[in-house]
């Protein structure tokens, strides 16, 4: 699924609360359809923070400096 940008600003909190329960139950038919999922919310965290900031542990994301 590609998301564009407005495609991205028009997601509620629901959708994000969808995403995020199939990804925290993992319950997928196959490992690429639970990968895509988490691309999509690594997407929205990029373009939507606020709605995806509760969600970083889903995301297994470590801060690091590249200095």
């Keep these: 699924m590609n998301l564009t940008?407005?495609?991205?600003?028009?997601?509620?909190?629901?959708d994000i609360m969808e995403l995020?329960?199939?990804?925290?139950?993992?319950?997928?038919?196959?490992?690429?359809?639970?990968?895509?999922?988490?691309?999509i919310l690594r997407t929205i965290l990029f373009q939507r923070q606020d709605l995806a900031?509760?969600?970083?542990h889903l995301l297994?994301?470590?801060a690091y400096d590249e200095a």
């Design 20 to 39: 995020v329960v199939r990804l925290d139950q993992d319950d997928y038919n196959n490992p690429f359809e639970s990968l895509e999922d988490w691309h």
């Design 53 to 56: 900031e509760p969600y970083l």
């Design 60 to 62: 297994d994301i470590e």
């Design 5 to 14: 940008e407005k495609d991205i600003s028009a997601l509620t909190e629901q």
